[in-house]
């Protein structure tokens, strides 16, 4: 099917194609799964301790979930300490394959709102605990359907495999991966209202202990203005330009923002600006700013892009 989507293909014929790849890599899921079951319930899977970088861990799961977040019209969201260290020694594989399994289950769940995965160090008794979590904004369960989801081959309701699809065994995986690594995963949730998964590591950090980032000596005291309606797309946002201890004005509506530029109460250098937004979006917020002459050659414009 990935071969065959490279050749000259009719709408049909594409749409035939686009559905046969989806139905293989659904069912190559499930293979896995019932394969790395097999190997859990017959004590013969591995966990490793080598050297890797979170950060390849992330671009990964990005890659996995975020066309599946696309295709929903949810936002996927990364909020990682600013300071967080890169290196670490662990399982890269099975810490990817837990979190790719929780946020893809998350996003299956959630018919609007956000999927945000969280990153961040933890002391406790003089170690270094990483603690991971994922939160949504969808349907929610029960205590009993919590339950229930961390028995093999069993979902909360017996209507979600008829609406939602599924085998019923990645959160159960994802339940024995996590113990296996050291740690283990807690699960809140409130029916209509989302859920929080959650679980800490003990990851041995290689190298520094914090991050240093380095700013580009071009944006040194430069004055940044922040612009997304999704508050904590825009706290993420927030907390990265605090890190590098720049001076900037945030707000989550474009027209806030001209009201702003247009009273002059604050000159931004740079401009990051969301796309997808409901009143205005990104590029209609430019051309006003533009129409508007609130915008001079001297400032820069960066989009956070709706299109992966």
């Known amino acids: ?23 293989a890599v659904n069912l190559l899921g499930i293979i896995e799964n019932i394969l790395d079951y097999s190997k859990i319930d017959a004590k013969k899977l591995n966990i490793e301790n080598i050297e890797f970088n979170m950060n390849d861990v992330l671009y990964n799961l990005s890659n996995v979930v975020t066309l599946q977040a696309m295709d929903k019209d949810i936002e996927f969201l990364l909020n990682i300490q600013p300071d967080l260290p890169e290196k670490y020694k662990g399982d890269p594989l099975r810490l990817g394959q837990a979190l790719i399994n929780i946020v893809s289950n998350a996003i299956k769940f959630t018919l609007e709102g956000q999927v945000v995965v969280g990153i961040k160090v ?3 008794l003089g170690k270094n605990i990483l603690e991971f979590k994922v939160t949504d904004s969808g349907i929610g369960m029960s205590q009993e359907e919590i339950e229930k989801i961390l028995t093999p081959f069993t979902q909360a309701d017996s209507s ?20 296996l690594m050291g740690g283990e995963l807690s699960i809140k949730s409130v029916v209509g209202e989302g859920s929080v998964f959650s679980f800490d590591l003990p990851l041995e950090i290689v190298g520094n202990k914090k991050e240093k ?6 944006l040194e005291n430069k004055k940044i203005l922040l612009v997304d309606d999704n ?3 825009l706290r993420i946002l927030e907390e990265l330009t ?8 945030s707000t989550t509506s474009p027209k806030e923002a001209i009201k702003m530029l247009s009273k002059k109460e604050f000159k931004p ?8 937004m409901p009143d205005m979006d990104g590029l209609a917020f430019i051309k006003e700013l533009k129409k508007k002459k609130l915008l001079t050659k001297r400032e820069s414009v960066l989009m956070v892009s709706a299109f992966g």
């Open 1 to 23: 099917a990935s071969l065959m989507e490279n050749t000259e293909l009719t709408v049909r014929q594409k749409e035939y194609n686009n559905k046969l790849k989806s139905s």
């Open 269 to 276: 250098d740079v401009i990051i600006t969301d796309y997808s």
């Open 122 to 124: 933890k002391k406790d």
């Open 213 to 218: 980032k380095v700013l580009p000596s071009g």
């Open 231 to 233: 508050p904590t797309a």
């Open 242 to 249: 605090a890190s590098f201890g720049l001076e900037f004005k």
């Open 160 to 179: 979600f495999t008829r609406k939602y699809g599924g085998t019923g065994l990645g959160l159960t995986i994802t339940h024995q991966l996590v113990g």
